[in-house]
């Protein structure tokens, strides 16, 4: 059975410095507020591959604010929101974790999917650890009680594009996201060093 529901359609062409791009895409007649409205449109600006972080000509407010409201999209709040244990995050700086993230790949390329990868984090420094190594990110937010663990083929489809500043970084009940990917399964290990 179809069902129909009026929507609002955009369209148009978005033109910046050496890119034009054609811009399609739907929202529902009704949201919550004009926040979330600005992260709606921005978060499908967004999803046009040859525009990302597009910033107009003259200075546009309300691209900014979209951007630092993504929270309020019904599925990233829906995707913070785990159902049976608070979830804990911290945020990080964007080149950091990037960084961060490349050094990972090039860690996981050369070890089996069943090598274990731990994830801690000290309220100061996000630990990433596999293979005898030791991937350190500053960061800022409250510390995890405890160590999570993931199966190094869980994580082979890295983000390639972190698209906010700072990046998120979260772990709830049998997931970890880091920037607008999560992964599962990962599991509590024992309380991180000096913490109970």
Same mark, same amino acid.
């Given at each position: 059975?179809?069902?129909?529901?009026?929507?609002?359609?955009?369209?148009?062409?978005?033109?910046?410095?050496?890119?034009?791009?054609?811009?399609?895409?739907?929202?529902?007649?009704? +949201?919550?507020? =004009?926040?979330?409205? !600005?992260?709606?449109? &921005?978060?499908?600006?967004? /999803?046009? $591959?040859?525009?990302?972080?597009?910033?107009?000509?003259?200075?546009?407010?309300?691209?900014?604010?979209?951007?630092?409201?993504?929270?309020?999209?019904?599925?990233?709040?829906?995707?913070?929101?785990?159902?049976?244990?608070?979830?804990?995050?911290?945020?990080?700086?964007?080149?950091?974790?990037?960084?961060?993230?490349?050094?990972?790949?090039?860690?996981?390329?050369?070890?089996?999917?069943?090598?274990?990868?731990?994830?801690?984090?000290?309220? +100061?420094?996000? =630990?990433?650890?596999? !293979?005898?190594?030791? &991937?350190?990110?500053?960061? /800022?937010? $409250?510390?995890?009680?405890?160590?999570?663990?993931?199966?190094?083929?869980?994580?082979?489809?890295?983000?390639?594009?972190?698209?906010?500043?700072?990046?998120?970084?979260?772990?709830?009940?049998?997931?970890?996201?880091?920037?607008?990917?999560?992964?599962?399964?990962?599991?509590?290990?024992?309380?991180?060093?000096?913490?109970?």
């Amino acid at each position: 059975m179809t069902k129909f529901r009026e929507l609002v359609l955009f369209t148009g062409t978005l033109i910046a410095p050496r890119t034009i791009a054609s811009v399609q895409f739907e929202m529902p007649t009704l +949201v919550k507020s =004009t926040q979330q409205y !600005a992260a709606w449109i &921005v978060w499908n600006l967004d /999803r046009v $591959e040859s525009t990302r972080g597009f910033v107009p000509a003259v200075p546009a407010g309300w691209l900014a604010e979209g951007r630092s409201r993504q929270n309020l999209l019904p599925w990233v709040a829906k995707m913070s929101t785990p159902t049976s244990e608070k979830s804990h995050h911290f945020l990080v700086e964007r080149e950091w974790l990037r960084m961060a993230l490349n050094t990972l790949a090039d860690i996981l390329a050369h070890v089996d999917d069943t090598s274990l990868v731990i994830f801690e984090f000290d309220g +100061v420094i996000f =630990t990433i650890r596999c !293979a005898g190594r030791a &991937v350190p990110v500053p960061g /800022r937010g $409250e510390a995890w009680a405890s160590r999570y663990t993931m199966a190094a083929g869980k994580l082979r489809n890295l983000p390639k594009r972190l698209m906010r500043d700072p990046v998120s970084v979260s772990v709830g009940d049998g997931w970890l996201q880091l920037h607008m990917t999560r992964y599962r399964p990962v599991a509590t290990v024992e309380p991180a060093q000096g913490r109970t």
